[in-house]
């Protein structure tokens, strides 16, 4: 079992360090702040419960329950409000959204927010007038097969980062993360790794870049065409065609992370590509005088 330590965020909210994958569950620049700005803006969720009767969001990697609650505020405080809210959570460890709830962490929302959230907790389910929230617990690869395909207005890919975490990033999973999006759907990820991109484009989406909140490096944000999207940047688009932009592969979806990771680098090392070095490289090099 995962062994969890609060870490405080710099916007007051708290987030949990994971021993496991040795990192905290959001930025350290804000958790809340990330939730809102990372996930919820980009993916345009207030446009389109003031425009939709429903909407729909798959929450992957639910964690303490961040996204889904910056997603119901979002909503919650429209004046315009027509749609239903459809959210489906995917997490592994149950204890982690008990742990939150039990320490108080999710009291950076309105009260009505962490009374939801609790019952999630607590029966993986809660339903009312205007939202449904169904919380799976397990391995994402295999309860991903409970959403419906076309089903999703938003998908927040919240994972652990590609190197604790591959087989959440892998062109397999996020095949399966593209068929379960609407065609005007939006795919939003605090990663620009070049290999996740690589995934993205893999599965038939574009990909545009988020602005960056807290770091240097962008987001990311992919949906089918003709959805309009920030573009990436010249340097971003020079990685994909670098190994750095070779992707994680599980084509069973039970292979581990030391396997997954196994599996990359010796397709990286037998590449034909060159490295990422090479595009930092020239970068350094026009940067001097």
């Known amino acids: ?3 969890l330590s609060l870490f405080p965020t710099e916007d007051g909210s708290v987030t949990f360090w994971s021993e496991t994958f040795q990192e905290t569950f959001h930025s350290t620049h804000g958790a809340k702040h990330e939730a809102e700005a990372k996930f919820v803006i980009p993916s345009k969720i207030a446009e389109k419960a003031s ?29 315009n409000r027509n749609a239903n809210l459809h959210i489906i959570a995917l ?19 309105q009260s009505e927010i962490v009374q939801i959230l609790t019952v ?31 089903w999703a207005d938003a998908i927040f890919l919240d994972p652990f ?11 397999e999973f996020i095949q399966l993360l593209a068929n379960c999006l609407k065609p005007d759907g939006y795919l939003v990820t605090y990663s620009s790794s070049a290999a996740v991109r690589a995934a993205m484009l893999n599965a038939g989406l574009q990909i545009g870049a988020i602005a960056p909140i807290g ?21 971003e688009a020079a990685f994909l065609k670098t190994r750095a932009a070779i992707p994680y592969r599980d084509r069973t979806l039970h292979s581990t992370d030391s396997e997954i990771i196994a599996i990359r680098k ?13 595009i930092r ?3 350094l090099a026009s940067s001097l005088p």
């Open 51 to 79: 425009a939709q009767t429903q909407l729909n969001i798959l929450d992957v990697c639910y964690g303490l329950g961040y996204n889904t609650a910056a997603a119901i505020a979002s909503v919650s405080e429209l004046s």
């Open 266 to 278: 010796v397709e990286q090392n037998s590449s034909d590509l060159p490295p990422s070095s090479s």
């Open 120 to 150: 999630a907790a607590k029966t993986q389910a809660v339903k009312n007038d205007d939202l449904f929230l169904q919380l799976l617990i397990g391995d994402a690869r295999q309860t991903i097969s409970q959403v419906p395909t076309k």
């Open 215 to 235: 770091r240097k490096s962008p987001s990311t944000i992919a949906a089918f065409a003709p959805t309009p999207l920030p573009p990436i940047s010249e340097t």
């Open 161 to 171: 980062s590609p190197p604790h975490c591959p087989q959440l990033w892998t062109v």
């Open 91 to 109: 997490e592994n460890n149950l204890e982690v959204p008990q742990q939150a709830i039990t320490l108080g962490l999710l009291d950076v929302w």
């Open 1 to 3: 079992m995962d062994k």
């Open 281 to 283: 490289n020239k970068k």
